[in-house]
């Protein structure tokens, strides 16, 4: 392979992966508690631990039902904790709705949280993508 093909497949990746960041929606995220049935998607299916309910600005009249979310914390939403975010990202599956008045873009389960964020903060600011 020439160098300048090198050059070429070498800018190519870099814009690819910088596309994949900038189609990332930001919000906020909260956590609820178990028991996680019955859900408004599946029932009482019992969806495992990965799992997440939807607000208004995502439900979409139920279609978000199954959809997978990749969700990363950002930064603290109040001054309890300053630095709540562990670094990691999590991919959670829409499994509920958050009614009106749900304080998050996305209300994940305790342990979706706990993987992207201290759960003393409560809320967090995320970026998420499908």
Not at 9 to 33: L, N, Q
Not at 108 to 114: G, V
Request: net charge negative; charged share 15%; aromatic share 10%.
């Amino acid at each position: 392979m020439s160098n300048n093909m090198r050059v070429v497949v070498v800018v190519i990746a870099a814009i690819m992966s910088f596309a994949s960041v900038a189609y990332a929606d930001e919000g906020t995220a909260t956590y609820y508690t178990p028991p996680y049935v019955p859900s408004s998607c599946d029932g009482y299916t019992n969806d495992g631990v990965m799992i997440a309910a939807a607000s208004d600005a995502i439900w979409d009249n139920k279609a978000a039902c199954g959809w997978k979310y990749n969700v990363r914390c950002t930064g603290a939403t109040n001054k309890g904790v300053p630095h709540p975010c562990t670094g990691q990202s999590v991919v959670v599956r829409i499994v509920d709705y958050c009614p009106p008045g749900c304080r998050g873009t996305i209300d994940l389960s305790q342990e979706a949280f706990s993987i992207i964020a201290n759960p003393d903060a409560g809320k967090v600011n995320i970026e998420f993508h499908q």
